[in-house]
């Protein structure tokens, strides 16, 4: 059973930073996806950014420019969010996925992940 555990959740004021945490344990597959979601009170769960076993990466339009994915060797999924906005505030999630390759262009899709975390709030203020 595949765990993911995010950290780093807060509360910051409009064009403040924050970096999100997402340990993976149990994790085997040698081909992943791994990524961010978000969802804000009363909308749906939106794709932010997203990150391949090969580094590959793609992002929201919306947090293009802002924020940062990347990834270690122990499999700790990260993301650098900066210049904050009001409307980035929600509760973010990370998400994972092994298996068969996906197409680019459904990385951003919370259909396509199977293990998801428990989420953490992140709350800007403007």
């Known amino acids: 059973q595949v765990q993911l555990v995010e950290s780093g959740g807060g509360s910051v004021q409009a064009g403040g930073s924050l970096r999100l945490s997402c340990a993976a344990s149990r994790y085997t597959y040698s081909t992943y996806y791994m990524a961010w979601f978000r969802q804000a009170p009363g909308k749906e769960r939106e794709g932010v950014a997203a990150?391949?076993?090969?580094?590959?990466t793609t992002y929201a339009e919306s947090v293009k420019g802002r924020f940062t994915i990347s990834q270690d060797n122990a499999k700790i999924l990260y993301l650098q969010m900066n210049s904050l906005k009001a409307e980035d505030t929600a509760v973010y999630y990370c998400?994972?996925?092994?298996?068969?390759?996906?197409?680019?262009?459904?990385?951003?899709?919370?259909?396509?992940?199977?293990?998801w975390g428990q989420g953490t709030q992140v709350t800007v203020s403007s």
């Open positions: 998400a994972a996925r092994g298996g068969v390759p996906l197409w680019i262009g459904s990385w951003l899709e919370p259909s396509r992940y199977l293990h």
């Open positions: 990150i391949d076993s090969y580094g590959r």
